[in-house]
Nanobody, 129 residues
Framework: QVQLVESGGGLVQAGGSLRLSCAKSGRTFTTYAMGWFRQAPGKERQFVAA????????YYGDSMKNRFTISRDNAKNTMSLQMNSLKPEDTAVYYC??????????????????????WGQGTQVTISS
């Protein structure tokens, strides 16, 4: 069994920064590629970013490029999402998830919610204008 716990959400003004963390317990952390998704009220869950099992490869959703940075520390079983230049439209619940072990690490597969097996409970990010 895999457990994921997100932290680091909060309320910040537009233009500010937040760093989200995802702590994993259970099966070996290095087995999985990982990803972040977000979901705003009344909207579909949206792909944010993904990182390969060893951290060498990353992908981002279009609106997150050049503002967000995904990283991981396999020694600590954690993954992070550094979010800069935040906008009100970034307001959402942010989730971390493990990516299917047998799936290709490439878009569009990485952007599909159904390709992720284990999910955290989410952390709320609110950006005020």
């Amino acid at each position: 069994q895999v457990q994921l716990v997100e932290s680091g959400g909060g309320l910040v003004q537009a233009g500010g920064s937040l760093r989200l963390s995802c702590a994993k317990s259970g099966r070996t952390f290095t087995t999985y590629a990982m990803g972040w998704f977000r979901q705003a009220p009344g909207k579909e869950r949206q792909f944010v970013a993904a990182i390969s099992w060893n951290g060498d490869s990353t992908y981002y959703g279009d609106s997150m490029k050049n503002r967000f940075t995904i990283s991981r520390d396999n020694a600590k079983n954690t993954m992070s999402l550094q979010m800069n230049s935040l906008k009100p439209e970034d307001t959402a619940v942010y989730y971390c998830a493990t990516y299917g072990a047998t799936l290709p690490f490439a878009l569009p597969a990485l952007g599909r919610r159904d390709n992720y097996d284990y999910w955290g409970q989410g952390t709320q990010v609110t950006i005020s204008s």
